[in-house]
């Protein structure tokens, strides 16, 4: 029998950059799941604690629609009591398989994801926990700040590497350098 291909993440060749204001890497890739229906974010994360996910973040991605996003594999068994939860209310879609997510951190950060978004990113107009389908130039992603200098940027597989590229350009412009692994 022929050998499965097997899973290399789209960004396993990249470098990390880091400099003393700016930070950019690619995260794991763990999981990632589309809900869509009527419910809320705290039923989700409701929904999480009693499925034994509870490590997961919840970020709205369109109306009635959330990413359930983190770094480990979700297993079956926790897919399956998520879905059971919330059977009736609304529907999941796994999608780790196709999106890739990536962090930009550091004082620069906002500076950094600014040369390529129009997403007003001060922080009274962008608090920590807020999120964005956007653009980064003509790629689309989610955009979701994690912390006052971090941000999460979400984005189809097929278009992590050019993503990643771009955000890299911006970094090194900063005075970030490639660390060797």
């Known amino acids: 029998m022929p050998d499965l291909p097997t899973l290399k993440p789209v960004l396993a060749g990249k470098a990390v950059l880091q400099g003393k204001t700016i930070r950019l890497e690619a995260l794991p890739e763990g ?4 809900v ?10 409701a929904h ?25 594999q979700f297993s079956v068994v926790h897919l399956r009591a998520l879905s059971e939860t919330l ?10 398989h196709g999106r890739v997510r990536i962090r930009v951190s550091g004082l620069n950060a906002a500076q950094v994801l600014n040369k390529g978004t129009a997403v007003d990113l001060n922080p009274s107009a962008f608090p920590v926990g807020s999120t964005a389908m956007t653009l980064f130039g003509h ?7 994690t912390g006052s200098d971090d941000f999460e940027l979400t984005v189809l597989r097929s278009f992590a590497e050019s ?3 771009e955000i890299e350009e911006a970094a ?3 005075g970030a350098e490639r660390l060797v692994s």
């Open 31 to 34: 999981h990632l799941l589309h």
């Open 36 to 45: 869509m229906g009527a419910t809320t974010t705290e039923e989700i994360k």
């Open 48 to 72: 999480l604690l009693a499925a034994g996910a509870g490590e997961s973040s919840v970020r709205p991605a369109g109306y009635r629609q959330w990413f359930i996003a983190g770094g480990d």
């Open 87 to 96: 059977a009736g209310c609304a529907f999941i879609s796994d999608q780790s």
């Open 139 to 145: 790629i689309s992603m989610q955009l979701t700040r």
């Open 163 to 165: 993503l990643y590229e």
């Open 172 to 174: 090194l412009s900063q």
